[in-house]
């Protein structure tokens, strides 16, 4: 049961142009959300999240939306770039025992940005 | 700057060899966490730990158990490998949720059984 989607494999946008990347959950009881972003061979880097509390939260050229009604969430780039070039997986919080916090992973975009 | 190290980034072993996968984190945090990742099927928690010799089953822990001895070191065996856990391993290391959401990952370790 994937309890996080992301139902695009993969996504091309041009350099300059806004790449959506979309992500959507089942579970309601997820109070936090984050983007990851991973290159070939390197482990995941953190690049942005959202507490359910917002439903927008900005950084930089990188911006996350929360729509809690329809359990979907996006990751907006804006321009895109060809060093973001990279799978981007969408992670949601649930808390598990003991203060440790799970986070359920989706199956990952790869977004290729075209010169 | 938040290190998580892993002793080999890639592995070859045989089906039936025992194999330690070794993750250091440098950053004094309370929870380890070991996830594989697989096409098509995103990261996948195998397990976690959020104090030392504490751990607990994530989603997938067939096959695998885990040591927690120093709270730096978190260790993933595979007691007796089998060809469907080639895949790419990645530990994780975080804060208490109220400290912190991010987790913070290893490289990763490419495994390939035989």
């Known amino acids: 049961d994937q309890q996080v989607k992301q139902n695009s494999p993969s996504l091309s946008v041009q350099e300059g142009r806004i790449s959506i990347l979309n992500c959507d959950y089942t579970n309601s009881m997820f109070d936090y959300f984050l983007w990851y972003k991973k290159y070939p061979a390197e482990g995941p880097t953190f690049l942005i999240s959202?507490?359910?509390?917002?439903d927008k939260n900005e950084d930089g050229r990188f911006t996350v939306f929360l729509n809690k009604s329809a359990k979907h969430l996006s990751l907006h780039i804006v321009p895109s770039q060809p060093g973001d070039s990279a799978v981007y997986f969408c992670a949601a919080s649930a808390r598990l025992i003991q203060g440790a916090q799970k986070l359920v992973f989706g199956q990952g975009t790869r977004l290729t940005i075209n010169p | 700057d938040v290190k998580v190290t892993q002793s080999s980034r890639y592995l070859v072993k045989r089906t039936g060899e025992k194999v330690f996968l070794e993750c250091v984190q440098d950053m004094d945090h309370e929870n380890m966490f070991w996830y594989r990742q697989d096409p098509g099927l995103g990261l996948r928690l195998i397990y976690f730990?959020?104090?030392?010799?504490?751990?607990e089953k994530g989603d997938i822990p067939e096959g695998y158990s885990v040591s927690r001895e120093k709270k730096e070191r978190f260790s993933l065996i595979l007691e007796s490998a089998s060809t469907n856990q080639t895949s790419m391993y990645l530990c994780a290391s975080s804060l208490p949720p109220w400290q912190g959401n991010e987790q913070f990952f290893g490289p990763g370790t490419r495994l390939t059984v035989l």
């Open positions: 730990s959020y104090d030392v010799k504490m751990k």
């Open positions: 959202i507490s359910s509390i917002k």
